[in-house]
């Protein structure tokens, strides 16, 4: 796994063997930090679901101040700090559920510029089904609401096959669409 923009580009990024952590594919990431440009630049950026942390690299690399990554997993969670010490990165790790980190930031009044989750894919929804996935549950979460700035972004990934569902405060702004996996970029609406 290698970076794939900004200072630390094609530095390599050690992920746990198995099949424990599904990082985002690097084309997948490079699309995705395309899409966001100089964006990310001197932002605070919440990545939950972490697992191998390549989504903070890759804001880290392109100049976010700083990065909180959120993984249940202590071993995943041991190679975001490796990694992190290899490169000199600025990552605060918590092993944690991700719901239950949203709650504990909010009632801390923490708040993030960018927050971008590509959690762990659900089952097929068919028609008439709510999703039950980690995905629509983020969207469901009204602490995700409270610590997201009001300008800031939410970037989360999900399978084709999950059709999650979100009302206001969320606003879809874009879709990223590479085979299997999309990547939908949400703004709180300004009119809730």
């Known amino acids: 796994m290698r970076i794939t923009g900004g200072q630390w580009l094609n ?60 993984e249940l997993s202590a071993k995943h969670a041991g190679y975001i700090r490796r990694n992190s010490e290899r490169l000199n990165g600025n990552i605060e790790v918590r092993v944690q559920c991700a719901l239950q980190s949203t709650r504990q930031l909010a009632e801390s009044a923490r708040t993030f510029d960018f927050i971008c989750a590509d959690p762990p894919y659900g089952v097929k929804t068919t028609s008439g089904q709510r999703s039950e996935s980690w995905a629509q549950r983020l969207l469901d979460d009204s602490s995700l609401v409270k610590i997201m700035k009001p300008e800031g972004l939410l970037m989360l990934g999900h399978t084709k096959r999950d059709v999650i569902e979100w009302a206001l405060p969320w606003c879809e702004c874009k879709t990223l669409k590479h085979g299997d996996t999309w990547i939908r970029f949400f703004e709180l609406s300004a009119a809730a």
Do not use: M, Y
């Open 11 to 70: 530095q390599s990024i050690a992920v746990p063997a198995g099949h424990g952590v599904r990082p985002t594919p690097d084309k997948v990431r490079q699309a995705i930090f395309n899409s966001l440009g100089p964006w990310v630049s001197g932002l605070s950026v919440l990545e939950l679901f972490a697992g191998s942390g390549t989504l903070s690299f890759e804001c880290l690399s392109r100049g976010a101040e700083s990065a909180l990554a959120v």
